[in-house]
């Protein structure tokens, strides 16, 4: 980062900060003037355009943009590309534990960089470590032996081994239910499918909104709650869609709404966990695109097929 970086005050006017300036000519190249409060700390961020065509007399804090994306100074080169990338700014300030403001780090970092990736493979190493990987391409990293490969990718595969046999061992817990109702069963591909494609969706989200952020516990409740919301809707109209076909099919309707709760709770479940999962792993410093789906799809196996069952015994008896 260059700490060099010029600091507007936030209790100046806008034609105060514009005197300034042209009293004290910035030594650094300029994209976007930052501005500080107390101590150094960054309050907002003002775009040349808006400086430029903003009253005189306006105040910097009404003219600022407040709570801009900042860097952490502890953050990586990967976690700077990857903001960059997904918020298209020219320029990140970067701040401490108490956000002072203590350097910028602008977008020539990267396109000096990219300059020098002369082939394929050089650009394909690049997007690894941004976490893009290039269509056409079967491994991420063409000379990684089978061997290798096997040993990164099995220990997050063998969650799924667990949670498969896990859900069989459940299903044979409930025999005597299956046995009663042996049309039960004939509903698990779906029932399953459904949850672990909303677990997919909410993984996929999650980890795009966590590249190169750290996860905000403050606004978890409220993720929490809207994604339990939307799990629930689009639960009930898969449940209600799946309940009505086992009705007209069956003629059973204890079957029909076993199936409508069982795919509503399910899926607003894993709904849930494919948020909380994600958070969890970056929390504990893994990369959750690489083992978020499958501990996500584990457990969303094993919670269905618990909510499902349960239910349909209940219901039975």
């Known amino acids: 980062m260059r700490r060099e970086c010029t600091r507007l005050r936030a209790d100046q006017t806008v034609g105060a900060a514009l005197e300034w300036l042209q009293a004290n000519p910035p030594s650094e190249r300029i994209v976007y003037f930052y501005v500080v409060g107390g101590e150094g700390r960054l309050e907002g961020v003002v775009p040349t355009r808006r400086l430029l065509l903003a009253r005189p007399d306006c105040p910097l804090a009404e003219a600022m943009v407040r709570q801009p994306v900042a860097l952490p100074e502890g953050a990586t080169v990967r976690e700077a590309c990857e903001l960059f990338l997904q918020h298209r700014f020219l320029a990140l300030p970067v701040v401490d534990a108490e956000r002072r403001l203590v350097g910028v780090v602008d977008v020539e970092l990267y396109t000096e960089g990219l300059e020098n990736l002369s082939d394929d493979r050089q650009r394909n190493e690049l997007f690894q470590r941004i976490g893009v990987r290039v269509a056409g391409h079967a491994h991420a990293d063409p000379g ?27 299903a044979g817990a409930f025999e005597d239910t299956l046995a009663r109702t042996a049309s039960l069963a004939l509903f698990f591909p779906v029932v399953l499918n459904l949850a672990e494609s909303v677990s997919s969706q909410s993984v996929s989200l999650t980890v795009h909104l966590l590249q190169g952020q750290r996860p905000n516990w403050k606004e978890l409740p409220g993720q929490l709650r809207r994604e339990l919301v939307t799990g629930l809707l689009l639960g009930s109209a898969c449940g209600l869609a799946v309940g009505l076909v086992a009705l007209a099919w069956l003629g059973l309707p204890r079957v029909a709404v076993a199936l409508l709760g069982g795919i509503a709770g399910g899926v607003a479940l894993s709904a849930v966990l494919g948020l909380t999962v994600p958070l969890v792993l970056r929390l504990l410093r893994l990369d959750p695109r690489v083992a978020a789906g499958p501990v996500v799809l584990a457990g969303v196996d094993v919670v269905t097929i618990l909510l499902y069952l349960n239910l349909a015994r209940w219901l039975l008896d």
């Open 144 to 170: 990684q032996s089978p061997l290798t490969a096997f040993r990164r990718r099995f220990p997050w595969l063998s969650c799924n081994l667990v949670g498969g046999l896990l859900a069989a061992f459940l």
